[in-house]
């Protein structure tokens, strides 16, 4: 089992920033690839990053290219999306996933663990 808490949403204003971090608990945690995808009420999961076991490689959609940066901390068994140049378009619920694999995916059904979510709010 893997559990995730993800914190650090909240209201910014347009053009603003945000950091979330996932911190990661019980079984290894550097062993899978993670993933941040994000949902808004009545609509489907969406993928937004991620980055594999080593943080070697990373994958973004392009919605969020130039402006969301994946990374982990395997030290800390966390994992980070630095978000920049916000905008209210991105204003969701933000989840931390990981997966029994080692290569980043993004469809919502190839991660195997959720954490709760974190509200993000972009003001214009």
């Known amino acids: 089992q893997v559990q995730l808490v993800e914190s650090g949403g909240g209201l910014v204003q347009a053009g603003g920033s945000l950091r979330l971090s996932c911190a990661a608990s019980g079984r290894t945690f550097s062993r899978n690839a993670m993933g941040w995808f994000r949902q808004a009420p009545g609509k489907e999961r969406e993928f937004v990053a991620a980055?594999?076991?080593?943080?070697?490689?990373?994958n973004y959609a392009d919605s969020v290219k130039g402006r969301f940066t994946i990374s982990r901390d395997n030290a800390k068994n966390t994992v980070y999306l630095q978000m920049n140049s916000l905008k209210p378009e991105d204003t969701d619920v933000y989840y931390c996933?990981?997966?029994?694999?080692?290569?980043?995916?993004?469809?919502?059904?190839?991660?195997?663990?959720w954490g709760q979510g974190t509200q993000v709010t972009v003001s214009s």
């Open positions: 980055i594999t076991w080593s943080g070697s490689s990373t």
């Open positions: 996933a990981a997966r029994y694999y080692i290569l980043t995916a993004s469809r919502p059904d190839e991660y195997d663990y």
